[in-house]
């Protein structure tokens, strides 16, 4: 087999595995009507997934709680002006130029 042709499986491979666990579900519970109280539950799933990511970035250095003045600022300036203004483009340039200039000042 070629090199080419092995790339190539090898992505389409990798994109059925990824693809599939996500389709799946959908197709399968897509016939179900959920209870008000279950889509409630799961509207919460994305913020405490981001939250928890977001909270060890800022605080855990190799597992470690940290306080790191260098995060914890432009996490502040961040969170902020994503209140603000409630528009996450805004908020991840915020986020990303705020980190820039306090580590260069830092």
């Known amino acids: 087999m070629s090199k080419d042709i092995y790339i190539y499986l090898t992505i389409l491979g990798m994109a059925i595995v990824s693809y599939v666990p996500r389709v799946l579900p959908l197709v399968f519970f897509s016939r179900y009507k959920m209870s008000r109280e279950l889509e409630r539950f799961i509207s919460y799933f994305p913020v405490s ?16 709680f940290t306080i790191d003045f260098r995060k914890i600022i432009p996490a502040i300036i961040t ?22 200039i306090v580590k260069m000042i830092i």
């Open 49 to 64: 997934i981001l939250t928890a990511l977001v909270i060890k970035e800022i605080f855990f250095v190799d597992n470690l």
């Open 79 to 100: 969170y902020l002006i994503s209140k603000r203004y409630k528009s996450i483009g805004l908020s991840i340039v915020t986020g990303v130029l705020s980190y820039i």
